[in-house]
């Protein structure tokens, strides 16, 4: 039998050529609106309207990305991104970001303090330093001797909705394992809000490339110093030029466990489509526990090189937002349970 490496060899070609999958996929190319951007949860939308601004010029995806995570990052009444965000439990707002090309540059900041936008840091670290991941005092030295300005992100609202959680917490930290049924992390928020709203934005420029952003203030009340995936390279964002762009929300430590945004990436590299691929990486999450946890979300987002996309989330719930020529929409994910 001819092997397909065989067949390459016979014609000359190399292996720098797309993967078979990829090449199959060529045939819907053309069909294919692009540019195209997607971002996690419905507030997405307006987050997609800020990057379609710059795809739409011909711009690149990487600042289509970052133009579409500022958004959030401004907005004080959106309480787990940049300005507004629930602090941790002693107070203090910290931020974790990342941002990745085409490429596979990739720059990201973790507990970031008093800097609003997260994101523009992680790409300053991408674009100005050796390195990929910044955290704390660090990268907030380096913020600011990059020039971004220093602000107070905690808004009298989230102040308020911290010092309500401490009247009730149980302020001691519990063993993030199985055997203990709930995290130390509460997902309910005082008023019945949930704690999910991580934006992960992924965009397919005009010109075929891709890149993606991930940015947040965590798990609302977190112990001081708690990373989550959104900075972490392969957990809560992953591009792939080649194959496509995937991004997670909902409990961090889920998502690490599994690299899960790399993990859907790798299963689209295997043929899987954007919404099969985030299927698997949530039954992989869903797998390690014995008995269904309903107090757990994890969502993922995934947009291919050739334009589909799709998502999957534990619970339901879980929506994305598009944008493409066509116009604006908004995708119910399915889900496990
Ligand atoms: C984290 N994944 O820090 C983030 C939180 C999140 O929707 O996605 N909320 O664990």
Redesign the pocket.
């Known amino acids: 039998m001819l092997l397909r490496r065989d067949l390459l060899r016979m014609l000359g070609l190399s292996a720098a050529l797309p993967s078979l999958a990829a090449a199959e996929r060529a045939v819907d190319v053309a069909e294919t609106r692009r540019p195209v951007v997607i971002s ?1 949860w419905t507030f997405g939308e307006a987050a997609n309207a800020a990057a379609w601004d710059v795809l739409a010029d011909g711009g690149a995806a990487l600042d289509a990305v970052e133009a579409g995570a500022r958004v959030p990052e401004a907005d004080p009444d959106n309480h ?1 991104v940049g300005l507004g965000g629930y602090p941790d439990r002693d107070g203090r707002v910290t931020l ?1 970001a990342s941002i990745m090309d085409h490429a596979g540059n990739l720059g990201a900041v973790a507990c970031l303090e008093d800097v609003v936008h997260a994101v523009s840091v992680a790409r300053r670290v991408m674009e100005k330093t050796p390195h990929v991941l910044l955290v704390g005092e660090g990268a907030l030295g380096f913020a600011l001797a990059e020039g971004f300005p220093r602000q107070n992100l905690l808004t009298p609202a989230a102040e308020h909705a911290w010092r309500e959680w401490l009247q009730t917490a149980r302020y001691a930290p519990q063993p993030n394992i199985e055997r203990s049924n709930r995290y130390s992390l509460p997902d309910a928020l005082p008023g019945g809000e949930r ?4 934006i992960g934005i992924l965009a397919l420029d005009r010109g075929g490339h891709l890149a993606g952003a991930c940015t ?1 203030s ?2 609302a009340f ?1 112990l001081h110093g708690r990373v ?3 900075p972490i390279s392969g957990a ?1 964002l992953f591009v792939d030029g080649e194959v496509g762009a995937a991004s ?6 889920e ?1 690490l466990r599994v690299c899960g945004s790399h993990t859907v990436v790798e299963l689209m590299r295997q043929g899987r489509s954007p919404e099969q691929a985030c299927r698997e990486a949530v039954e992989r999450i869903a797998r390690r526990h014995r008995t269904p946890r309903k107090d757990l ?1 994890m969502a993922f987002v995934a947009l291919s090189a050739d334009g589909r996309h799709g998502g999957y989330s534990l619970q339901p719930g879980f929506a994305y937002a598009v944008r493409t020529s066509a116009g604006t929409r908004q995708v119910e994910a399915p889900s496990l349970t």
């Open positions: 996690t787990s974790d704690n999910h709203d991580t947040t965590g798990m977190k989550g995936d959104s809560g997670a929300t909902g409990v961090g430590e998502c979300q």
